[in-house]
């Protein structure tokens, strides 16, 4: 079994202590012990001189993190299309039953075009995207590999002030961010707990993937050859994903120096022995606990949601549907940001499910009374040119989308694992207040330059 440690450049005396204990107990054992390494442990070693090395071993956890990125968006889309059928055909039967015993439209329009309809949207993108990406990262972790990734993240988040564990619990939000926050009871120390909650929703989960993809593919000229199309479009969401590490080290940071100041805490990191992943025990733990669960957590959500936004693009005020009097309250914030306010009230309105905020924006631009989806990306492109979008609007909404607040299912999750209405409310204040800033200076430096 391996074992290392990271000495901080000003540790305490605590951890001199620690340090000097381990140092005289390996003197000790090194002069009265004689150990004959196995085949397995020197296969240990060696894969381990790779994977935590100084030079290689960042990369090559970006390479394999991107890897289950690309098998999570790649191998997502058949069952997503399939299961979008699938709920979309149960739909319109669903419709049929209640023009059979001739329900009102307003109980029909609720039910069926409001709440039902946000749930087909939520499972169909949540589900598969979860279902693979869980499992994925529940056998590098059962492998043996996340230590590693502890191991060579720890001196990065120290240095924001953070702990070296919270380079797992991001890694997790990339699925889910209500996960995320769960696992962060693996920080032991309750300040740097706190730091990896409040900032894991930096991290884009697999809700936020079809709306980045959506944006980035808009972004891309039309004259681009289709190859280079696609490499460009990819980028730009690999770009959205280094954004929020980015701004998660830059907050951990911050918080570290304000709200929760204090010393980063030193732990001794034991690396475990590399193993063959049991399949079968992963995909049901990681199926059962994490995906089945967090799932259900959003659908608890979503299905009020969609009903609410149903009664607000059909409720009139002063002859016009709540929803439209909303995004015209929001035009100047919007403006400013280099966004509309129809972009914001969708935002706001996608609350619950971040999978329904591009239905909402449609709904909202073609006056429609129910939530609208488009059938591929030329359309969808089509209709956000028609309202005035350009390159800068894209990129504004993806970092928008990336830095603001959290899901309704992550808020949840952050009161029921901190029980405290003020670290709630900040989980979602604070990403808020740093969207708006970026957008604000995105759009002000792009007009000044003559660019937008």
């Known amino acids: 079994m391996n074992s290392s440690c990271e000495i901080p450049d000003n540790h305490d005396g605590q951890d001199k202590t620690v340090i000097d204990l381990y140092q005289r107990s390996h003197d000790i054992a090194e002069a009265a012990v004689t150990v004959g390494l196995s085949a397995h442990g020197d296969f240990d070693r060696t894969l381990d001189d790779v994977l935590t090395s100084k030079v290689l071993g960042i990369p090559i956890m970006v390479a394999l993190l991107g890897a289950v990125f690309w098998v999570t968006l790649i191998g997502a889309n058949y069952p997503s299309q399939f299961l979008a059928n699938a709920l979309f055909w149960a739909e319109s039967h669903l419709s049929a039953i209640f023009q059979a015993l001739n329900a009102p439209d307003w109980l029909h329009g609720v039910l069926v075009l409001g709440a039902y309809r946000t749930l087909a949207w939520v499972v169909s993108v949540m589900l598969p995207p979860m279902a693979i990406f869980f499992p994925c990262f529940t056998l590098l972790e059962d492998f043996g590999y996340l230590a590693r990734v502890t191991f060579n993240m720890d ?43 409040l900032t894991n929703n930096f991290a884009p989960c697999n809700g936020r993937f079809p709306t980045l993809i959506a944006l980035a593919a808009f972004i891309v000229t039309a004259n681009t050859s289709q190859g280079l199309k696609s490499a460009t479009a990819s980028l730009l969401v690999v770009a959205a994903v280094v954004l929020g590490v980015c701004a998660t080290l830059t907050v951990s940071w911050a918080l570290s120096r304000t709200f929760l100041r204090g010393v980063p805490s030193s732990f001794i990191l034991e690396l475990p022995p590399y193993r063959r992943p049991q399949i079968l025990p992963v995909l049901v733990r990681s199926i059962y606990d994490r995906t089945l669960h967090v799932l259900w957590r959003a659908m608890v959500v979503a299905a009020p949601a969609g009903a609410l936004v149903w009664i607000l693009g059909n409720l009139a005020i002063s002859g016009q549907p709540a929803i439209l009097r909303m995004s015209t309250s929001l035009q100047p914030l919007g403006h400013a940001m280099g966004l509309d306010g129809f972009i914001l009230a969708a935002f706001i309105l996608g609350l619950p499910a971040n999978e329904i905020v591009l239905p909402i924006l449609l709904m909202c631009y073609t006056s429609s009374s129910t939530l609208v989806e488009s059938e591929n990306m030329v359309q969808l492109s089509q209709a956000l040119s028609a309202n005035g979008w350009t390159w800068l609007t894209a ?48 759009a002000c430096a792009a007009r000044a330059l003559g660019l937008a």
């Open 155 to 197: 001196w990065l988040f120290k240095r924001c002030g953070a702990h070296g564990k919270q380079a797992l619990t991001m890694a997790m939000g990339f699925g889910c961010n209500a996960a995320g926050v769960v696992a962060c009871r693996i920080v032991d120390s309750p300040r740097e707990k706190m730091i990896a909650i």
């Open 395 to 442: 990129l504004n909404a993806m970092v928008f989308s990336v830095l603001h607040f959290p899901c309704s299912t992550t808020l949840i999750t952050i009161w029921q694992e901190t029980r405290s209405l003020k670290w709630t409310m900040l989980s979602a204040i604070i990403p808020l207040a740093i969207a708006i800033a970026a957008c604000s200076f995105i």
